[in-house]
């Protein structure tokens, strides 16, 4: 299993920005497809985007296509979550995600085999 190590998240304004960051270690992480899932208080767990093993290829939900961006960097065994005009209701608890398997895409949380331990993220109106 890949163990995920997470950093960054707090309190912001609405508009501001944050960046979330990812360290994995365990296994060769270039080998695993990663996503980030965020939880609002009294709901279920959500997609946030995911990023291929290259980096080549991503996918954003709907809410924050635009306004977030996912990388990696396989040197730095490091995922990253940039999160730009935030709003009210990006207001969550924040969990990167390796894939259960090599190679495997993200996309929901029964595709995950290794969570972050998740940070806070609130954004003040």
């Known amino acids: 299993q890949v163990q995920l190590v997470q950093s960054g998240g707090g309190l912001v304004q609405a508009g501001g920005s944050l960046r979330l960051s990812c360290a994995a270690s365990?296994?060769?992480?270039?080998?695993?497809?990663m996503a980030w899932f965020r939880q609002a208080p009294g709901k279920e767990r959500e997609f946030v985007a995911r990023i291929s093993r290259s980096g080549g290829s991503t996918e954003y939900a709907d809410s924050v296509k635009g306004r977030f961006t996912i990388s990696r960097d396989n040197t730095k065994n490091t995922l990253y979550l940039q999160m730009n005009s935030l709003k009210p209701e990006d207001t969550a608890v924040y969990s990167c995600a390796a894939g259960k398997v090599p190679w495997a895409v993200v996309t929901s949380p029964t595709d995950v085999g290794s969570w972050g331990q998740g940070t806070q993220v609130t954004v003040s109106s």
């Open positions: 365990g296994r060769t992480f270039s080998n695993y497809g």
